[in-house]
């Protein structure tokens, strides 16, 4: 399995990525080689085994549905490129 | 006062607490250190004043017979540590100008028990590296140079590779670190100190910038296992703003430093045995085998079978979950911001100036991995093949108490190697990468000098949730080898 030109451009947009053409080149070989690299993996037998996403065995804590935490717009916002009062800008999105 | 800044930790919170030094006094001759050491690039950002300032109120409740376990002694923080008010970068270009206003809670319970903040130490861009090399602001460069090849620059290893470099450069006392793959661990054997990476669940992510959110943990890069143990306490414990913080309360870790190992069953595992492995890491294992043994320790050859397919399923969990991670950096709520002439433009112009190369590499595939069609055959593949490597080990801790391995295939290389080629750097994590999935406590601690006159650090790894057998089988090591080497640069420091 090896990725293209066109499919690299078209992973780079999913991950909202802007990849300049003279960089995607070397991103396709580069991208290939860790796929190359990671498809050794198909060689093991894992038809009965359940996959594993935690390691501690512990289920996740739950607690009351209660708001714990904030009150403080100004802090939340402190660090946006754009503020504006207790809001963050971007650009226009409706005409 | 001359001489200060060879008193380890241990040594510096006992001189203190008897009133043989000042925090104020330390803390400025870790300032000046640094100052002199500026070519290490260890540091991102040091926080002079509130060094001070913090050594001045340690060193009034140490007039008055008070103060925490850490009171009164200068750290580094690795900058993937949020740390209120103070910049915070991950080593991104993306994070520009972010301070945090709010303490990650590994930081806070350090300087609840009085530990004084020194600066924010240098890393690989979002901890995803092996050299220091992704780093926005320059590598870090290891204080130690080869004997017969003074002139060239060597990496401190990474991802933590700013506290390294700081630790064994006489910069910092300790240092924090963060382990994904290796990041504590491999930059511990590079500089020839001693890291530990607990136990998955051990130290609270809350406040550490993500990386990879199964793997991650933070842990101390120390110039003894004393005093790694005496700032891993510190550290360590439940935090109910980490859902995946462990409730298990750590034991006691000076108690049993000094039991020894005898009657200890050490287990060797045979797949570590790599091909083209060079002899003398060959040679610095069974080394470390003969330690263990004349200590009165029991050898006992194990099999991890899957270990080979560790590096593989690592690079595509870690990457899957850092394109997750990662999403949230898109101009809108703090760092860089690049305009663009619509929202999805402006997110990707600032994504695309902000991240460095690896992490494009690697957000790319981590977004292919879990897209619709690929995630069975990549994603959920690895997650199978981690709970195989996951097994492996549970297996062999039925025979054994610990587990010994080298830490890293090579010692430290020369600054912008293996840069080109992103396979090549991954295999620097062989022998660390397998523990990290399998969630388990590891330490690395100096065990002698490579050909070259480099550090070549040995790795202890644990049952889950074992750290007090982990440090205790480091301590005999360390006391085995009894390294005293030191860097060139520190003479007549």
């Known amino acids: 399995m090896s990725l293209d030109k066109a499919t690299v451009a078209s992973i780079a947009t999913l991950a909202r990525l802007r990849v300049p053409d003279d960089r995607l080149e070397p ?52 660090n946006a490129p754009d503020p504006a009062g207790s809001f963050y800008a971007v650009p226009k999105v409706v005409e | 006062m001359a001489g200060i800044l060879d008193l380890d930790l241990v040594g510096a919170r006992d001189a203190l607490r008897a009133g043989d030094i000042t925090s104020s006094e330390l803390t400025a001759a870790y300032l000046a250190r640094i100052e002199a050491t500026k070519d290490l690039n260890a540091y991102i950002t040091v926080t002079a004043d509130r060094a001070m300032a913090m050594a001045e109120a340690s060193d009034a409740r140490l007039a008055k017979g008070e103060g925490g376990a850490l009171e009164g002694l200068p750290i580094a923080v690795k900058d993937l540590f949020c740390t209120e008010g103070v910049l915070t970068t991950a080593a991104s270009h993306i994070l520009d100008g972010f301070k945090p206003t709010y303490e990650s809670t590994v930081t806070a319970k350090l300087w609840d028990a009085g530990a004084v903040m020194l600066g924010k130490t240098n890393m690989d861009e979002f901890a995803m590296g092996s ?46 670190g963060t382990d994904t793959g290796g990041s504590i661990r491999q930059p511990a054997s590079y500089t020839g100190i001693v890291g530990v990476k607990p136990s998955y669940g051990r130290c609270s992510r809350w406040g550490i910038v993500a990386f990879a959110s199964s793997l991650d943990q933070a842990g101390p890069m120390a110039r003894t296992v004393g005093d790694a143990a005496v700032m891993l306490s510190a550290m360590a414990g439940h935090d109910p703003r980490d859902s995946t913080s462990a409730p298990e309360a750590m034991p006691d870790l000076t108690a049993g430093l000094e039991q020894g190992v005898k009657g200890l069953r050490i287990g060797i595992p045979a797949e570590y045995k790599v091909d083209g492995m060079p002899s003398e890491i060959e040679a610095i294992w069974a080394q470390g085998i003969a330690w263990l043994r004349d200590a009165g320790a029991e050898i006992v050859d194990i099999s991890l079978p899957h270990t080979r397919y560790a590096l593989a399923t690592y690079y595509i969990l ?96 020369a600054v912008g190697a293996n840069e080109d080629d992103p396979v090549k750097m991954y295999l620097n994590d062989v022998f660390t990468v397998p523990a990290s999935l399998a969630g388990l406590p590891g330490a690395s601690v100096p065990a002698g000098l490579s050909a070259r006159g480099l550090p070549l650090g040995l790795q202890v790894l644990g049952r889950m949730f074992d750290e007090p057998m982990v440090l205790r089988v480091a301590r005999a090591l360390e006391k085995a080898a009894a390294f005293t080497a030191r860097p060139a640069m520190l003479e007549g420091v």
Do not use: C
């Open chain 2, 318 to 413: 870690a990457p899957a979950e850092a394109s997750s991670n990662l999403a949230r950096y898109d101009g809108v709520r703090y760092g860089l911001r690049v305009d663009g002439d619509s929202l999805a433009e402006m997110y990707a112009n600032t994504r695309g100036a902000g991240f460095g190369a690896e992490v494009q590499r690697r957000i790319l595939i981590g977004t292919y991995v879990l897209s619709a069609g690929y995630y069975d055959a990549y994603y959920r593949k690895a997650q199978r093949v981690r709970t195989l490597i996951r097994r492996d080990f549970d297996e062999a801790f039925g025979q054994v108490d610990a587990i010994l391995a080298p830490t890293a295939p090579s010692d430290a290389f």
């Open chain 1, 27 to 78: 991103m396709v070989a580069d991208l290939n080689a860790i796929l190359g690299f990671v498809e050794q993996l198909e060689q093991v037998d894992t038809a009965s085994v359940e996959p594993l996403a935690s390691v501690t065995g512990h289920s996740l804590p739950q607690r009351e549905d209660a708001v714990t935490d904030g009150g403080y717009p100004d802090r939340v916002t402190a």
């Open chain 2, 131 to 176: 050299s220091n090399g992704s780093s926005y602001y320059g590598p870090a460069v290891n204080p130690w140079r080869a004997a017969q090849d003074a002139g060239t620059r060597l990496v401190p290893g990474g991802s933590s590779g700013g506290s390294a470099a700081a630790v064994s450069g006489r910069a910092a006392l300790a240092a924090t």
